[in-house]
C-alpha cells in the first residue's frame, strides 16, 4: 500500500518537500506565517493520504461506511485548506473565517447518515444527494473571497496580478474538472492544490526582493531595473523626500520614524492609478514614475498628494518632471524633478528658519 501512494504521488511529495525546505531558508516571512504554512502543507498531504486510502478501499471492496468517512473528511478539507490562507492574509476576526468549513463539515459527516450530500448505493454507485453541490459551492465562494483580498492587498501591476491570475486558474479547473472527468480527477487533485500554492508563494517571494519591506513600496533596486527596461513609456517623475524625518528619530525614536514613513507612503498610494508606481530609494525619499500620464494628470497626483499629505502631522518637498512623446530621457526627467524636490525642500526649512545642519 505505501510502495503504490509513493508511486502515485511522488510528484507531489517533491513539492512538499520543496516547499517546506524553502520555507526554512525564507527571511521574508514572519514565524507565525510559516509556521502556519507548515501547517497547510501537512494538510495538503494528510489529505492525499486520505484521498488514496478512499479509491484503495474501492479497489479492495471494502465496506462502504468507512469509504464514506473518507469521502466527508475529502470533501470538508478542501475549505478549511482555503480558509487558512484567508486566515494568513486578513487581520480582523480571523477566526470567523473558519465558521463556513466547519458548518459545511458538519454537514458533510451528517451525510454518512442522511446521504444529504453524497451517499453509496447497494452497488456501490456514488450518488450526489439535494446539497451534492455543497462542497463546490462552499469552496468557490471562499477561492473568491481569498482572490477578492489578494487584489485588494496587491499594488495592481503586472507581475503581482500574473501569480493570482495562476492560482485563480488553478483553483477554478479544481472546481470544474470533477464534472469532466469525475472522481479520476481526485487522483490529482492535491497535485493541483500543492502546485498552485508553490507557484504563487515563489512569485510572492520575487515580489517580496522588490519592496521596501518597511513601507510596502517598491525598493530601490526595482526602480533602476523598472526604468531601464521601461523608458519609452515613462512620461513624468515625481521626486519626493520626506521633511524632518531624522529629527523625529531623534525626538521620539526609529519607531515613531517608521511610523512616519509607513504614512507619508499610505498618502502617496492613496493618490496613484496603476500606471503609476511608487518607489522607496532612500531613507526619506521617494519616487514616483508615471507611465503614459499627460501633464494635467501629474499636475493632479501631485495635488492629491499635498492634499493627504495635509490631513496628517507630516511634510514634504515634492517635485516633478514631464516629457511628452519621450523628448527627454528618464536621466533627464529624475534630474529635473530632483532639482525642483530640492529647491522646495531648502525653501520649506528657510521659511521655518531651521538650520538643516543641525537636524
Known amino acids: 500500500m505505501i510502495k503504490e501512494y509513493v508511486l502515485q504521488n511522488w510528484p507531489l511529495i517533491l513539492i512538499l518537500a520543496a516547499f517546506a525546505v524553502s520555507l526554512k531558508e525564507t527571511v521574508f516571512l514572519e514565524r507565525t506565517t510559516v509556521r502556519r504554512m507548515y501547517i497547510l502543507i501537512v494538510e495538503v498531504f494528510v489529505l492525499s493520504i486520505l484521498v488514496f486510502a478512499e479509491f484503495y478501499l474501492v479497489d479492495l471492496g471494502i465496506d462502504a461506511g468507512l469509504r464514506l468517512v473518507l469521502m466527508a473528511i475529502r470533501y470538508s478539507a478542501t475549505p478549511f485548506i482555503v480558509s487558512l490562507i484567508i486566515y494568513m492574509l486578513i487581520k480582523k476576526r480571523r477566526w470567523c473565517v473558519f465558521l463556513p468549513a466547519i458548518a459545511v463539515a458538519a454537514i458533510n459527516f451528517l451525510s454518512i447518515f442522511n446521504g444529504i450530500v453524497f451517499s453509496i448505493g447497494d452497488d456501490g454507485v456514488f450518488r450526489r444527494g439535494p ?44 472546481l470544474i ?12 487533485f492535491c ?76 498618502c502617496f498610494m492613496r493618490a496613484l492609478k ?26 493632479q497626483i501631485v495635488q492629491d498628494i499635498k492634499d493627504n499629505l495635509a490631513g496628517t502631522e507630516y511634510r514634504c518637498s515634492i517635485g516633478c518632471s514631464h516629457s511628452s512623446e519621450g523628448a527627454s530621457s528618464v536621466a533627464q526627467l529624475l534630474q529635473q524633478s530632483d532639482e525642483m524636490m530640492y529647491a522646495e525642500k531648502a525653501r520649506y526649512y528657510s521659511d521655518a528658519k531651521i538650520d538643516r545642519r543641525k537636524r
Open 131 to 174: 446539497l451534492g453541490m455543497l462542497p463546490f459551492i462552499s469552496v468557490g465562494l471562499y477561492c473568491a473571497f481569498l482572490l477578492f483580498i489578494l487584489i485588494k492587498r496587491s499594488n495592481k501591476q503586472v507581475l503581482e496580478i500574473i501569480p493570482i491570475s495562476f492560482l485563480a486558474l488553478a483553483f477554478a479547473f479544481g
Open 177 to 188: 474538472f470533477p464534472f469532466v472527468y469525475g472522481q479520476a480527477y481526485s487522483h490529482i
Open 191 to 266: 497535485i493541483t492544490i500543492a502546485i498552485a500554492l508553490y507557484v504563487y508563494y515563489v512569485f510572492s517571494i520575487l515580489q517580496m526582493t522588490k519592496k521596501d519591506s518597511l513601507t510596502g513600496l517598491m525598493n530601490r533596486q526595482a526602480f533602476y531595473s523598472d526604468i531601464e527596461n521601461d523608458q519609452e513609456n515613462i512620461t513624468a517623475l515625481i521626486s519626493i523626500d520626506m521633511n524632518g524625518l531624522k529629527d523625529i528619530n531623534d525626538r521620539k525614536g526609529h519607531i515613531a520614524g517608521d511610523e512616519a514613513l509607513v504614512s507619508v507612503a499610505t
Open 274 to 299: 496603476r500606471k503609476h508606481v511608487c518607489y522607496r530609494t532612500g531613507g526619506d525619499e521617494f519616487v514616483i514614475v508615471c507611465r503614459k500620464t499627460s501633464l494635467n494628470e501629474l499636475t
